[in-house]
């Protein structure tokens, strides 16, 4: 059976990663390295957009473990983690504690029940996904979710200065060579139909280039909240 190119494109770089580099490096490689700055960036925004301890967690292409090894020292939660990179998830497993569950997600549907999960996180996927493929997926996780619950995803957007350098850089790795996966940029008025038509309560946006945490420090994408009724 085919596979999703997400997943093809995935499985192949992170395979080439771990040829060329010890696996410490090669696993914060895979998730675009800076791996406890950028863990700690992403567990700032999680906390600032709401989760506490006893919530019911969702980290939505997981990778190798940096946003979870960053929550495990902040809060109490029920952590689940998907990935479709089997060896990011063994990774990812021996970083975090034992309670935390991880597993294999390869389809555009996930696992959870309805109506179970307070938040998903989900950083730097939707930029690596076709527009469908990500319609579809926050069509499942607003199933998922719990009434007041809320789906936490960045995004690259050409309104913010600092994203073109990632469409700058792509356009020159397309003239020599392949590009190892997708860089997908998503404008705020798509993502404000999609919530719409699929019916999330609301939509709010952080700039990429804002930090109204307290750490101040920039994840690099924008931000979108949406939420369930």
Excluded at 72 to 95: H, Q
Excluded at 114 to 138: G, M, P
Excluded at 166 to 179: G, L, P, Y
Aim: charged share 25%.
């Amino acid at each position: 059976m085919a596979k999703f190119h997400f997943v093809e494109d995935y499985e192949r770089y992170v395979r080439q990663l771990m040829k060329r580099h010890p696996l410490d490096e090669a696993m914060s490689i895979a998730v675009g390295g800076r791996y406890d700055e950028i863990g700690r960036t992403e567990c700032a925004i999680m906390r600032h957009a709401g989760l506490r301890d006893g919530h019911r967690l969702v980290d939505f292409g997981c990778g190798s473990g940096r946003l979870a090894v960053s929550l495990a020292r902040e809060v109490r939660i029920d952590y689940l983690g998907l990935d479709v990179v089997k060896p990011l998830i063994d990774y990812a497993r021996t970083r975090c504690p034992a309670d935390y569950r991880f597993a294999l997600n390869t389809t555009l549907a996930l696992p959870p029940e309805n109506a179970s999960v307070d938040y998903f996180a989900a950083f730097s996927i939707f930029t690596h996904l076709l527009h469908t493929e990500t319609y579809i997926y926050l069509e499942e996780m607003l199933r998922c979710l719990k009434p007041g619950g809320m789906v936490v995803c960045s995004f690259l957007e050409f309104a913010i200065g600092p994203h073109w350098e990632v469409f700058s850089q792509t356009v020159e790795q397309q003239r020599i060579s392949m590009v190892p996966h997708l860089n997908q940029f998503t404008e705020r008025n798509q993502i404000a139909l999609w919530a719409e038509r699929l019916g999330y309560a609301s939509v709010d946006f952080i700039d990429g280039t804002s930090a109204p945490w307290p750490s101040g420090e920039v994840l690099g994408q924008s931000i979108a909240l949406l939420r369930k009724a």
